[in-house]
C-alpha cells in the first residue's frame, strides 16, 4: 500500500481525502495515515503490523472499517429485487442472517463484493467496499426497474468497528449486556449502553464481531473497547491476516475484468437464480475457466507482489493478484490466477520477482488454519 504524494493529491481534481469519526484516535496513538479509497486511514500503528496481525491471531485486535458504504433495501419486494441483484439466493437469508455475495456486470464480470444482513422480513442492509460504494449505490439504483423497492444511501449514518481474535467475545462482554450474535448473524443491541448493530462476521479468519454504530458514538466505543483490551490494528494488519486465508480483496483478486466462478465463488453463485451475469456464469461453469485463483507459498525467501508473472516450465501460466510476507508462517504468501490445468495444490510454479525467479508451490486454502487443541 503506497503513499500518494499529498501535494499533487491537493492540485488535482480528485475531491480531499475523507476522515472517519475515529481519526483523532488514530492520530493520537500514533498511527501512520496514509490515503485509502478515498481516505485517510490507519496503515499501521507504533507497534508495527506484525505486532498487530499477532495480536488479532492470539488475543484480540480493534480495526476502525468506517470507510466502508452501506445501502438499506426495503419495500415490499425487496427480496425479489435482491435476488434480481446479487450472486447468492437471498430467500435463504433468515431475519437475522448474513450473506455473502458478488454483484456482477452481464458478462460476469465482478463490480463488488458485499455482505448483506436481513434486519427484517423486508428490510436489508448490504455493506460495501469504500472504493467501490458509489459506483454500487448507483448500479443498486439504476436496477430497481419495476421493483416496489426503496433503495437509500445509508453510509454517513454509520461507523463500523470489527473487533477480532479468540479474545474478541470476551472482550466485548465487558461492556455489552445481553447474548452476542453467533457467526453470519446480526443483532440489534447496546455496546456500553449506545445503540448498535452487532454482526457476528469479519475479515481475519478468527472469531469476532463487526460493530455499526452511529458515527459521533463510535470514538467511546473505541475507547471502551482499548480499555477492556483489544489492541489497535491497521490496514496493514487487515490485509496480512486476509490473505493468510484466502479472503478476496477488491481490485486485486476481483475486478470487472475476472468472474466470481473462476475466483472460486461457485459457492456464493446461485445461478439458478438468474441474477445480472448469471446467464454469463453458466458459460463460463460449463467449459471451465481459463484461468482460476489460487493461494501459493514461496518455498525460500521473497515477497511476492500485485503483478507478479507466474511461470511454470519458464513459460509464464498466470499472475499474482496479491502478495505478503506472512507474519504466522515466516514465508512469502499469496494469490495468483494461473492457467486451469496447473490450479492444482502441489504443483510447483516460479514468481518472477522484479526479474528474479523465486520457487512457490501452489496449496489448498486456506494457507494458516488454528492448530487443533
Known amino acids: 500500500m503506497a503513499e500518494i504524494d499529498q501535494n499533487k493529491a491537493a492540485a488535482s481534481d480528485d475531491p480531499p481525502l475523507r476522515r472517519t469519526s475515529l481519526y483523532d484516535r488514530h492520530v493520537a496513538a500514533g498511527a501512520k495515515i496514509v490515503p485509502f479509497a478515498g481516505w485517510e486511514m490507519p496503515v499501521q500503528y507504533p507497534q508495527g503490523i506484525r505486532s498487530e496481525h499477532q495480536d488479532v491471531r492470539l488475543h484480540a485486535g480493534i480495526f476502525d472499517v468506517s470507510h466502508m458504504g452501506e445501502i438499506e433495501t426495503t419495500g415490499p419486494q425487496a427480496t425479489e429485487f435482491l435476488q434480481h441483484l446479487v450472486s447468492n439466493d437471498v430467500t435463504k437469508i433468515p431475519v437475522g442472517g448474513a450473506q455473502y455475495s458478488v454483484i456482477c456486470q452481464e ?42 423497492v426503496d433503495v437509500i444511501d445509508r453510509a454517513n449514518e454509520y461507523a463500523m468497528i470489527a473487533l477480532q481474535g479468540p479474545h474478541a467475545r ?12 453467533e457467526r453470519m448473524t446480526i443483532i440489534e443491541g447496546n455496546v456500553a ?12 479468519g ?8 452511529a458515527p459521533d458514538q463510535a470514538p467511546a466505543i473505541w475507547d471502551d473497547l ?15 491476516l486476509r490473505m493468510e486465508v484466502c479472503f478476496h480483496l477488491y481490485g486485486h483478486d476481483l475486478s470487472r475484468e475476472r468472474d466470481p466462478v473462476s475466483a472460486g465463488l461457485s459457492w456464493a453463485c446461485a445461478l439458478e437464480t438468474d441474477f445480472i451475469g448469471a446467464p454469463a456464469l453458466r458459460e463460463v461453469k460449463q467449459a471451465g475457466p481459463k ?20 511461470l511454470r516450465n519458464g513459460g509464464v501460466i498466470g499472475e499474482v493478484t496479491s502478495g505478503t510476507l506472512s507474519p504466522s508462517l515466516e514465508h512469502g504468501i499469496g494469490m495468483a490466477y494461473v492457467d486451469a490445468e496447473f490450479a492444482e495444490p502441489g504443483i510447483d510454479v516460479e514468481v518472477d520477482v522484479r526479474g528474479k525467479l523465486r520457487k512457490a508451490q501452489i496449496r489448498k486454502k486456506p494457507l494458516f488454519s488454528r492448530p487443533s487443541a
Open 206 to 213: 478468527e472469531d469476532g464481531v463487526e460493530i455499526l454504530v
Open 291 to 310: 484461468q482460476k485463483l489460487v493461494p501459493f507459498v514461496f518455498i525460500g525467501p521473497g515477497i511476492p507482489r500485485q503483478g507478479n508473472p507466474v
Open 226 to 240: 482499548i480499555i477492556a483490551g483489544a489492541k489497535p490494528a491497521g490496514l496493514g494488519a487487515r490485509d496480512t
Open 170 to 181: 470476551a472482550i466485548l462482554n465487558q461492556i455489552h449486556d445481553g447474548p452476542l450474535p
Open 107 to 148: 458478462d460476469g464480470g465482478v463490480i463488488d463484493d458485499l455482505f448483506t444482513y436481513r434486519l427484517g422480513p423486508q428490510r436489508y442492509l448490504t455493506v460495501t467496499n469504500a472504493s467501490n460504494h458509489a459506483t454500487d449505490f448507483e448500479w443498486f439504483a439504476q436496477n430497481t426497474g419495476d421493483f416496489d
Open 193 to 204: 449502553g449506545r445503540p448498535a448493530l452487532i454482526c457476528g462476521t469479519g475479515y481475519t
